[in-house]
């Protein structure tokens, strides 16, 4: 069974700082890793999809990289401002099924 | 474009009451799935579907049947809702292997 963990479980940083979101899983045949944003009481919303094959993905501020090998990933968000504020969430395919980490919430203080 | 809707977006039934979820998508896209999301426990897998006619068991799926008769749509019932099934939903849709697109959701509450 895929397992796919979050860590930390919440982060706490200053407008500016650069933010480092972890995510691990336990089966490396995965089709690809996605990279999701939640706001309080609303869906999910793409932010990156990084293939098997790939290293890593960027669009603007946010970077995700992905070793498969050694099933992790790391989202990077260049220069945090407070709409950045949101639940993250990473998951990964396998089996044409997504499984969920139970994400990680940012808060960026003004 | 309208993408993965889903319907109703909030629902409260007693103990025992049965109702459906609705999601259609217009992308065409063979897979479909339906996820709850509790607090602190991310999003669990309760069916989904490789294709029309097609259903299958994911994580979490007691308490829940589903039906795939058009291409577009899956549907989601509880037949005598519990309490333990207050959540959110989330209905999403892919090719398989590349990027997933998710509804709003549904907040359902059971008492």
């Not at chain 1, 940083?13 to 939640?38: H, K, M």
């Not at chain 1, 050694?70 to 969430?89: C, F, H, M, V």
């Not at chain 2, 065409?28 to 006619?53: A, C, K, T």
Request: glycine share 10%; net charge positive.
């Amino acid at each position: 069974k895929q397992e796919v963990t979050q860590i930390p479980a919440a982060l706490s940083v200053p407008e500016g700082e650069n933010l480092v979101l972890n995510c691990s899983f336990t089966d490396s045949a995965i089709y690809n890793l996605q990279w999701f944003r939640q706001d309080p009481g609303k869906g999910l919303t793409s932010l990156l999809l990084i293939q098997s094959s790939q290293r890593e993905q960027t669009s603007g501020r946010l970077n995700a990289s992905l070793d498969k090998s050694s099933g992790r990933s790391t989202l990077y968000i260049a220069a945090s401002q407070p709409g950045d504020s949101a639940t993250y969430l990473c998951a990964v395919c396998h089996d044409y099924k997504l499984s969920f980490g139970a994400g990680t919430t940012v808060t960026v203080r003004a | 474009n309208a993408g993965v809707t889903q319907t109703p977006k909030f629902r409260v039934l007693k103990t025992g009451q049965s109702m459906t979820l609705l999601c259609a998508q217009d992308m065409n896209h063979e897979y479909m799935y339906w996820y709850r999301q509790d607090p602190g426990m991310g999003l669990r897998l309760i069916h989904y579907s490789v294709g029309e006619g097609t259903t299958a068991k994911g994580e979490v799926p007691d308490g829940y049947n589903v039906s795939r008769l058009k291409k577009q749509n899956f549907l989601l019932g509880l037949e005598s809702a519990a309490p333990s099934q207050t959540s959110v939903y989330f209905c999403a849709s892919s090719r398989g292997t590349v990027e997933a697109f998710f509804g709003q959701g549904t907040r359902l509450t059971v008492v």
